[in-house]
T-cell receptor, first 114, second 112 residues
Framework: NAGVTQTPKFQVLKTGQSMTLQCAQD?????MSWYRQDPGMGLRLIHY???????DQGEVPNGYNVSRSTTEDFPLRLLSAAPSQTSVYFC?????????????FGQGTRLTVV | GENVEQHPSTLSVQEGDSAVIKCTYS??????FPWYKQELGKRPQLIID?????GEKKDQRIAVTLNKTAKHFSLHITETQPEDSAVYFC???????????FGSGTRLQVQP
């Protein structure tokens, strides 16, 4: 049982390049989300999905696209990378029971845009 | 939307002392409040949580208290140990919405 797996762990992009951060989970969780973590700002929600075929914007969606074709996978696409997107990105999958929401995080992707 | 404020941003204590981290939230509909611990270079992991129908919850050396009227909740760590050194995040979510809104984090340093 791998949990939540993110690839790659590290990436350097040039301004204007595009790339996809991969996220896969094997816990059959319906809910998946992407966060970015910047110093002093905690974790901010980029996009989330409540099930295959359903996605929605979070707090900081600009510059990012997502899709959810399967329960397991939730890739995050950067269409035209900018230095402001330099950050650590975490994917999470969650289950909800009895009013609680436990989020399981991937190991993170450290992205640098130069 | 929800806004969660967390204080202090850094906290240094001596081994064996207690540590308290406080959070306030803005959305009165929020009903679930988890705390995550993130060690250096690692992923955040859930350490304790509380629902709005409960005022306090304890798990060994950690406890969380919730004041719904004042819209604030706190993490208490007793008998701190060096391995408690990490960044701690509070979060909040509202019923029917699984997205978590996080505080900005507290870096706890436990001095041996």
């Amino acid at each position: 049982n791998a949990g939540v797996t993110q690839t790659p762990k590290f990436q350097v992009l040039k301004t204007g390049q595009s790339m996809t951060l991969q996220c896969a989970q094997d816990m059959n969780h319906e809910y998946m989300s992407w966060y970015r973590q910047d110093p002093g700002m905690g974790l901010r929600l980029i996009h989330y999905s409540v099930g295959a075929g359903i996605t929605d914007q979070g707090e900081v969606p600009n510059g990012y696209n997502v899709s959810r074709s399967t329960t397991e996978d939730f890739p995050l696409r950067l269409l035209s990378a900018a230095p402001s997107q330099t950050s650590v990105y975490f994917c999470a999958s969650s289950y909800s029971t009895g009013g609680t929401v436990e989020a399981f995080f991937g190991q993170g992707t450290r992205l640098t845009v130069v | 939307g929800e806004n969660v404020e967390q204080h202090p941003s850094t906290l240094s204590v001596q081994e064996g002392d207690s540590a308290v981290i406080k959070c306030t939230y803005s959305d009165s509909a929020s009903n679930y409040f988890p705390w995550y611990k993130q060690e250096l270079g690692k992923r955040p992991q859930l350490i304790i949580d509380i629902r709005s129908n409960v005022g306090e919850k304890k798990d060994q050396r950690i406890a969380v208290t919730l004041n719904k009227t004042a819209k604030h909740f706190s993490l208490h760590i007793t008998e701190t140990q060096p391995e408690d050194s990490a960044v701690y995040f509070c979060a909040a979510s509202r019923a029917g919405r699984r997205a978590l809104t996080f505080g900005s984090g507290t870096r706890l340093q436990v001095q041996p």
